[in-house]
C-alpha cells in the first residue's frame, strides 16, 4: 500500500510539472543557447518530425507554455518538440549563428529532420540560421508566425528622432529592434533571397486583427493601419515571402497568432509528411503581396524630452471624421490633458500599458468624433524631465490628397486646385552607425537626403499646409528608415 501511495505521489508531481522542467537540457527558459524537449508523447510516433519552436524579440522559450498552450498541442497530437532560447536583444546574425549551432544538437538528438515554426522575429532568426549557418541539412521546414520578414515601421518610429527618446529610456533600443527597421530588413532580404536555395521550405501564416480601443495592440495597430492591414505589430505584407507557400491570413493578432488552441490545428497539416492536398485547399498564392511604399499620411508625431510642464500643438482641418490621440509616458498617473479650439478640455483618456516598441511605458490616449476644426493642444505635468511621444492620426479625406501632392512634389512648397491650397515639408535626416549610438539630426529645407555613409539613416518628413479654403491649417508627419550597404546601394523608400 506505501510503495502504491509512492507511486501516485510521484506521478502528481511529474503531472504537475513546469514544462521549464520537463525533459529540460541546460537550465531554465531565459538563458541563451539552451534548449529542452517536450514532454514525450503518450503514443510517440517517429514518422512524425520533432517540432523546434523558436520566440521572437523580447521574448524567451516561455512564451510557448507560459499562459498558452502550444507546448501542451504538440504532445496531445503526438509530436515531440523541443524549445529554444535565443538572445532577446539581438540580430537575426547572432541569433542565427547561435540556433545553427542548436538545431545541429537537437537533429542529433531526436535523429530526424525538424520542422521549426517560428513567431514573429524567431521567423527571420531561422532563416539566418539556415541560409548564413548552414542548418539546411537539419530542417525539412520553417512555419513563419506573423513573421516581420520585411520589418516594421514601429521600429522605424522607434529610432526616428520623435519616437528615440522615449524608447532609449525604456531600454528598449538593442540591435534585435536595430535590425526591424524597414531599410536594414530590405538590405537583408535583398542578399538572402538571392543565396535561398531552398525556398519550397518556407510557410507563412500572417493576423489581420490588433485589438479594440485601449487593447494592449491598440498603439502599434493604430500606427500601422495606414501601411495596411496588420496584426498590431506586423504589416500583413512584410510577413509574406515571395517564394514563400503563404498559406493564410486569419483573425489573429501578434500575440495569439502564437497560441496553441487558436493556431496548432491550423497548421498541423503543414506538419504532415505530403500535405499538398491541404495546401491546394488552403493556399493563398505563391506571389508576394507588395510591401507598401506609399506614404502614411494620416499621422502627426511629435517626442522628445519634456520640462516639468509639456505642451504640444497640432492642428485638425474642416472635413475631418475622427481623431486618435495617444501620449505616451513613464508614468501611469501622470495623464495628459487637451484643449480644443473652442476651449473645452478633455480629461477622461483611457490609460494602458503600452506594446512593442514600448513596452515599459503607458498609453493615455481618446478617439474624436468630428472634432472642431483649428489648434488642439495636449498638455502634460510631469514631476521631473521626462521622455514623452505624441501620436496624432486622423480619418481625413484629405490624407489621400496630401499623399497625392506630396508624391508628386519637388519643391519644397506646392499648390494644388483640390484639397490643399498650400503644402510644405521640412525634411529631418537621423544617421546612425549601429542601434545604440545616437548622433546628431540634420534639418534641411530641400527635398534631398544626403545619404553618403554606409550605414542606417532615419528620415522624418513634417508636412504643414492650408486647405483650399485657405481658413484651416493641417499637419502630418511620414518616417521611414533607409539603409546604405556597403556597396553604396540604398534600400528602402525615400518618404516623399
Known amino acids: 500500500m506505501k510503495k502504491l501511495i509512492c507511486i501516485v505521489a510521484v506521478m502528481l508531481f511529474l503531472s504537475s510539472a513546469c514544462y521549464a522542467y520537463a525533459g529540460t537540457i541546460g537550465d531554465e527558459p531565459g538563458t541563451p543557447g539552451k534548449w529542452f524537449k517536450g514532454d514525450e508523447p503518450v503514443q510517440k510516433d517517429e514518422s512524425k518530425p520533432p517540432l523546434v519552436f523558436v520566440h521572437g524579440i523580447n521574448s524567451s522559450s516561455s512564451t510557448w507554455f507560459d499562459r498558452n498552450d502550444m507546448a501542451k498541442q504538440a504532445v496531445l497530437n503526438g509530436y515531440e518538440s523541443a524549445f529554444i532560447d535565443l538572445y532577446p536583444d539581438q540580430d537575426m546574425k547572432k541569433n542565427g549563428k547561435l540556433l545553427a549551432?542548436?538545431?545541429?544538437?537537437?537533429?542529433?538528438?531526436?535523429?530526424?529532420?525538424?520542422?521549426?515554426?517560428?513567431?514573429?522575429?524567431g521567423g527571420v532568426d531561422t532563416q539566418s540560421a539556415l541560409?548564413?549557418?548552414?542548418?539546411?541539412?537539419?530542417?525539412?521546414?520553417?512555419i513563419t508566425l506573423g513573421s516581420p520578414h520585411y520589418g516594421t515601421p514601429l521600429a522605424d518610429l522607434a529610432y526616428s528622432k520623435g519616437g528615440s527618446w522615449l524608447a532609449k529610456i525604456l531600454g528598449q533600443k538593442s540591435d534585435a529592434l536595430y535590425s526591424l527597421q524597414t531599410g536594414l530588413m530590405e538590405a537583408f532580404r535583398s542578399e538572402t533571397d538571392k543565396l535561398e536555395t531552398f525556398p519550397h521550405k518556407y510557410v507563412t501564416y500572417s493576423g489581420s486583427e490588433w485589438g479594440t480601443f485601449g487593447g494592449v495592440l491598440y498603439l502599434g495597430g493604430m500606427y500601422l493601419k495606414s501601411f495596411g492591414t496588420n496584426d498590431g505589430a506586423v504589416t500583413v505584407s512584410s510577413t509574406?515571402?515571395?517564394?514563400?507557400?503563404?498559406?493564410?491570413?486569419?483573425?489573429?493578432?501578434?500575440?495569439?497568432?502564437?497560441?496553441?488552441?487558436?493556431?496548432?490545428?491550423?497548421?498541423?497539416?503543414?506538419?504532415?509528411?505530403?500535405?499538398?492536398?491541404?495546401?491546394?485547399?488552403?493556399k493563398e498564392n505563391l506571389t508576394q503581396e507588395p510591401v507598401t511604399t506609399e506614404l502614411n499620411t494620416d499621422s502627426y508625431v511629435q517626442g522628445g524630452e519634456s520640462e516639468k510642464d509639456k505642451t504640444e500643438a497640432f492642428y485638425v482641418e474642416e472635413g475631418t471624421n475622427g481623431l486618435s490621440i495617444q501620449w505616451l509616458n513613464e508614468r501611469q498617473e501622470a495623464q495628459p490633458e487637451i484643449i480644443a479650439p473652442n476651449g473645452d478640455v478633455l480629461t477622461n483618456l483611457k490609460t494602458s500599458e503600452a506594446s512593442f516598441p514600448y513596452e515599459g511605458a503607458f498609453s493615455h490616449h481618446v478617439q474624436i468624433n468630428k472634432p472642431v476644426p483649428g489648434k488642439w493642444m495636449i498638455r502634460s505635468n510631469s514631476e521631473k524631465r521626462t521622455p514623452y511621444l505624441l501620436l496624432v492620426s486622423f480619418d481625413s479625406p484629405l490624407n489621400e490628397e496630401i499623399k497625392?501632392?506630396?508624391?508628386?512634389?519637388?519643391?519644397?512648397?506646392?499648390?494644388?486646385?483640390?484639397?490643399?491650397?498650400?503644402?510644405?515639408?521640412?525634411?529631418?535626416?537621423?544617421?546612425?552607425?549601429?542601434?545604440?549610438?545616437?548622433?546628431?539630426?540634420?534639418?534641411?529645407?530641400?527635398?534631398d537626403v544626403q545619404l553618403k555613409k554606409e550605414g542606417a539613416y532615419s528620415v522624418t518628413v513634417h508636412y504643414t499646409g492650408l486647405t483650399a479654403s485657405g481658413t484651416s491649417a493641417f499637419n502630418r508627419t511620414v518616417i521611414r528608415t533607409l539603409y546604405v550597404d556597403q556597396h553604396g546601394n540604398i534600400h528602402g523608400d525615400i518618404p516623399y
Open 404 to 447: 497625392a501632392e506630396a508624391a508628386k512634389s519637388g519643391d519644397a512648397s506646392t499648390h494644388s486646385s483640390g484639397l490643399i491650397k498650400r503644402l510644405s515639408k521640412k525634411v529631418e535626416t537621423f544617421y546612425f552607425k549601429d542601434a545604440r549610438k545616437d548622433h546628431p539630426f540634420k534639418t534641411t529645407a530641400s527635398s
Open 101 to 121: 549551432e542548436k538545431l545541429k544538437e537537437i537533429y542529433d538528438v531526436f535523429g530526424r529532420k525538424l520542422i521549426v515554426i517560428g513567431h514573429s522575429k
Open 131 to 142: 541560409v548564413y549557418h548552414n542548418a539546411h541539412p537539419y530542417v525539412e521546414k520553417v
Open 240 to 282: 509574406k515571402l515571395s517564394y514563400a507557400n503563404n498559406i493564410l491570413t486569419g483573425k489573429w493578432n501578434h500575440n495569439s497568432i502564437k497560441n496553441g488552441t487558436s493556431m496548432f490545428p491550423v497548421f498541423q497539416h503543414q506538419l504532415l509528411a505530403n500535405p499538398a492536398n491541404a495546401e491546394n485547399k488552403q
